[in-house]
């Protein structure tokens, strides 16, 4: 799938997070993080041809779900569980395996990458963590939110992270 899905022209960043990222030796899904590019397009109309904004990454995951090698995830009752603008819930369909997309925006990547890499326990000690010292960690967000005053501390690393929340960056492998 890699071969034929390349994400450098279509996005500012890209990386597989999850499980992978952890170098466990057997994997459930492939996560994906990336912030992509958005161009603006002429969308031909019958009346009144218009320009939008187009997400290059989206055009390109819908492509190839239309062409068949990846296709939407379904739950229990045969309902896709998520094709949104943020996140994308999709199945590799040669190899069956669940292929998870994340975008963000680049002020956001750092707590996006970090969550998606978790491991869930390491997750939820950062979270622990920081409401222990009066902050919300916002993984969808720039930072950390105050509590007491709604402001946003924004991180710009892995390491900074854990260092807010006072706990050590380990290597992603090591996280458990």
């Known amino acids: 799938m890699v071969s034929k899905f390349n994400l450098g022209g279509l996005c500012d960043r890209w990386a597989i997070a999850g499980s992978v990222r952890r170098k466990k030796p057997e994997v459930s899904d492939i996560e994906i993080v990336y912030v992509p590019r958005v161009e603006r397009k002429e969308i031909p109309g019958q009346l009144f041809p218009h320009s939008q904004s187009v997400n290059l990454v989206d055009e390109e995951i819908s492509k190839l779900v239309a062409a068949g090698p990846l296709c939407l995830r379904l739950n229990k009752n045969g309902r896709p569980i998520g094709f ?59 930072g950390f939110e105050d509590m007491r005053n ?27």
């Open 84 to 142: 949104g603008t943020r996140n994308k819930f999709l199945v590799h369909v040669p190899s069956g395996i669940p292929v998870d997309f994340f975008s963000c925006q680049s002020e956001s990547w750092w707590n996006v990458f970090t969550c998606r890499t978790g491991s869930a326990d390491s997750n939820e000690r950062v979270s622990n963590a920081a409401l222990a010292r009066g902050y919300h960690w916002r993984t969808g967000g720039p």
């Open 150 to 176: 709604g402001g946003i501390i924004p991180v710009h690393s892995e390491e900074e992270i854990f260092a807010f929340v006072g706990l050590p960056c380990l290597p992603p492998e090591n996280r458990i």
